[in-house]
Nanobody, 123 residues
Framework: QVQLVESGGGLVQAGGSLRLSCTTS????????LGWFLQAPGKDREWIAS????????NFAVSVKGRFIISRDNAANTMYLRMSSLKPEDTAVYYC????????????????WGQGTQVTVSS
């Protein structure tokens, strides 16, 4: 498994921006398509964005399309999520995980998650 660590969350006002990072100290980072997921209070974890192993293709959930940008730097073993025009409903814990190459909203290891990073958007 690839162990990923999320960072960059915080408190931001509605309309603001944040950049999340997802990194690993282990190998094999560049072999995997990666995704971002969020879990809002009292709700199930949901997929919001994915990027292929090479970084040449991205997919987004309707809820974030046009506001969030996903990117990765394989040389630095890091993936990013640039979030703009944030809304209070974006408040959640954000997680990153390897995703299946042909089902980009499905984690490779659905029972293995990091600590996540909290994003809170105030109105």
């Amino acid at each position: 498994q690839v162990q990923l660590v999320e960072s960059g969350g915080g408190l931001v006002q509605a309309g603001g921006s944040l950049r999340l990072s997802c990194t690993t100290s282990g190998g094999a980072f560049s072999r995997y398509a990666l995704g971002w997921f969020l879990q809002a209070p009292g709700k199930d974890r949901e997929w919001i964005a994915s990027i292929t192993a090479s970084g040449d293709s991205m997919n987004f959930a309707v809820s974030v399309k046009g506001r969030f940008i996903i990117s990765r730097d394989n040389a630095a073993n890091t993936m990013y999520l640039r979030m703009s025009s944030l809304k209070p409903e974006d408040t959640a814990v954000y997680y990153c995980a390897p995703v299946q190459a042909y089902s980009v909203n499905t984690p490779v290891w659905p029972n293995s998650w990091g600590q996540g990073t909290q994003v809170t958007v105030s109105s």
